[in-house]
């Protein structure tokens, strides 16, 4: 399975969400200049060719999955729910990848529930797969570190280059020419990844899967040039991304 295939999607939606006080009762549904951000997902998940999302829930399910059952979609929606899900995100992953196998598919696009980005994002994404498709997974990067509205909270990226296995990459950095926008492709070695660290030291997460491949260098960074997004965890991020919103409206 290449990039340029893909038609399932996976987002997750299985954690506790507790820095956003949402009223609509859960993250993904949370409203994001007046439109829920699932449906900001769906319309950019469109603009990519995707056909069926997968929804990984935990926290509050019942909830969630029942509300997700009715919800009006462009896009198949299916949900699987992850009862480990105060362990890293990589199990949620996991999680999401078994139920995308029950349909035949084995390779996927995924978002994080709470990141917002430029719907045109997509569109450039779209046209230009064809340059992931050697990759075994793909991690899409920022570099315009001036624009990061909470750069303590960001997942940072140090690469010297494409070719280099030298990768530093999580919260903590000092030194990053990146940081990471939470939208990936996964093929069947980004699972296989994760599975591997997960038998390991019993956790895994989207970070060890991307330090993984690139040690065998099988992981592409696609910088997202011009295009912006925000991670929606705060009321105040919530702010700055409404205020993008009307930025991009205007583009």
Known sequence: MIASNTKDALILAAGMGS???????H?????????????????GL???????????TGHANTELEERLSAWKSPIEITTTFNPEYRKSNGISVLCGARKI??????????????????????ETLHNNTHELDHAAG????????????????????????QD??????????DEFNWVDAGLFWCGPEFTGALE?????????????AVRRLNAAKHMYFWDIGHHEWQDVDTPGARAHAEGLLKKWSNS
Request: a negative charge; one cysteine or more.
């Open 46 to 56: 469109s603009r990519l060719g995707v056909e069926r999302l997968t929804i990984v």
């Open 196 to 208: 591997s660290e997960l038998a390991d030291r019993g956790d895994c997460s989207t970070s060890d």
């Open 164 to 173: 280099s296995g030298m990768l530093a990459i999580g919260k903590e950095l």
């Open 27 to 43: 993250k993904l549904l949370a409203k994001v200049g007046g439109v829920a951000l699932l449906d900001h997902h769906l319309d």
């Open 138 to 161: 793909v991690l899409a990067v920022d570099s315009k570190l001036e624009t990061i509205y909470d750069m303590p909270d960001a997942t940072k990226v140090h690469l010297e280059s």
């Open 101 to 122: 196998r029950e349909f035949g598919a084995d390779a996927f696009w995924l978002l994080m529930s709470d990141h917002l980005f430029e719907p045109t994002l997509f």
């Open 19 to 25: 820095r956003l006080s949402a009223e609509e009762g």
